[in-house]
Nanobody, 129 residues
């Protein structure tokens, strides 16, 4: 059974940093992709970042480009989301997601939740002003 376990959320002041982790268990996604989405209260779930395992290619939403970095530890089957210069608008529940399709060609492809069949339970990130 595949499980994605997120950790690292919390409360931080605007301008601060947090690092989220997502450990996958039950299988690997060596030819696939893992990513992060977020959902703020009253809003739809939105794409944040994605990373393809086979070549390390990454994509980001415009709203986080230059502030967030997605990375991975292959040996631990874990991905990370380093979030810097946080803003109150970044407040949301952050979800880790995984899928087997590592051959998408752009971020618009990976911004679609249906590319990711596997999801974590989410971790809350709150940025105070």
């Amino acid at each position: 059974q595949v499980q994605l376990a997120e950790s690292g959320g919390g409360l931080v002041q605007a301008g601060g940093s947090l690092r989220l982790s997502c450990a996958a268990s039950g299988r690997t996604f060596s030819s696939g992709v893992m990513g992060w989405f977020r959902q703020a209260p009253g809003k739809e779930r939105e794409f944040v970042a994605a990373r393809v395992w086979r070549n390390g290619r990454t994509w980001y939403a415009d709203s986080v480009q230059g502030r967030f970095t997605i990375s991975a530890d292959n040996a631990k089957n874990t991905i990370y989301l380093q979030m810097n210069s946080l803003k109150p608008d970044d407040t949301a529940v952050y979800f880790c997601a995984a899928g087997d399709d590592g051959y998408g060609v752009d971020r618009y492809y990976y911004s679609r939740p249906q590319v990711f069949p596997y999801w974590g339970q989410g971790t809350q990130v709150t940025v105070s002003s």
